[in-house]
Every structure is written in C-alpha cells, then in structure tokens.
C-alpha cells in the first residue's frame, strides 16, 4: 500500500502557481459569439448529471465549460464532447446559473470549423457537414442517406450495408428520403448564412 501511494506521488505532477497561465481569449470569443458567459459556471455537475449523451462523450459538459474559461482550446475542441453533443437543452434547463450550456457547444462546433480545428475523431465533424446538407436539402434526416454518405467519404461504403438490408426488411429504415418544405429549409439556411456576414 505504501508502494502505491509513493508511485502516485512521482507519477503527479506538481503545478507552482507561476506557471499556470489562463488565457481569456476563448471565453471571450464564445461571449462574443453566443452572448453566453461561461465564467458564471461554478462547476455543480448539474449538466453533466442530466445530458443523455454523456456515456458517449469524452468529456462532461461540465469539464467543457471549465476547458472554456481556462482556455484551453485543444481540450474543448479536439474531443468528441462538441459533436456527440444533440442539443437537446438539459444541460440549459438544468443550469442554475441559466447558461444556455447547448448554444456554448454550438458556438464552439462553429468556431472549431471556421479555425480548421481537427477533432481527434475526423468523422465527427463530416458527420455534422453531411446532416446539415440532408437537412438544408430535404428539409429532414434521411437516415439511410446519411449513413451511406458517412460510409462512402470515410472509405468504408460497404460497412453498414448488411445491418441497413435487415433494418429495411423490416420496415425501421427507409430506403427513399422524404421531403419535409425543402424550399423553406434552403431559404432559411440562406438567411442563416446573410446573418453571419
């Protein structure tokens, strides 16, 4: 036991004061972008505790907002956190500081693409460029489009397709989109793009 508890000693690292150096700057740039402050965040775990995503996520979005006021860019933008992330806003309804939690991640997806951040997992942010396309162009999600457009671009295209005939078989996957108002998505994706020039 003693062993153990001199291993972890040498393997910790002891950080002095003067050398930890906090940057503002991305804090500030998500304030800028979003209108959110994510220094109001004092860490009581109540978004991490609620998010239904968050078995598949590297990090909490607790720890995200912590890699935010920190600054600490590589940890907020090259895990998965931001891409897993659905937006679903319990992470917002449950936060006591009313932080809108869910438009911080947004804010950080739109700033990891505009600085050509690559995340570890390169399919997550190709994954989100071809579900805005589908969305953009059909007004919903086509599942099976989806999947095969993921497959195709990350050089898998036969991987799902044996899992797809089954699911097709048994009428839970549809083998053609449908469209839900294409030209008013389209139009409002355009608006959405004149807004942010």
Known sequence: MRRQAEGAAEAMKVVKQEDIKLDGSFAEEIAKLSGENVFLCYQCRKCASGCPSRMFMDSTPTELMRYAQLGMVDEAMKKNTIWYCVSCQTCSTRCPQDIDIAHVIDTMRIIG?????????????????????????????????????????????????????????????????????????????????????
Not at 139 to 154: D, I, K, P, Q, W
Not at 177 to 195: D, W
């Open 113 to 197: 693409q505009q600085k050509k951040i690559k995340a570890e997992n390169n399919k997550l942010p190709l994954f989100n460029r071809l579900w805005m396309t589908m969305i953009m162009y059909m007004g919903r999600a086509y599942e099976a489009g989806l999947v095969a457009a993921l497959n195709l671009f990350s050089g898998k295209p036969t991987k799902d397709m044996v899992l797809g005939m089954k699911m097709m078989k048994k009428g839970k996957l549809k083998l053609w989109p449908s469209f839900k108002k294409p030209f008013a998505t389209m139009k409002m994706f355009s608006r959405a793009k004149k807004l942010k020039k």
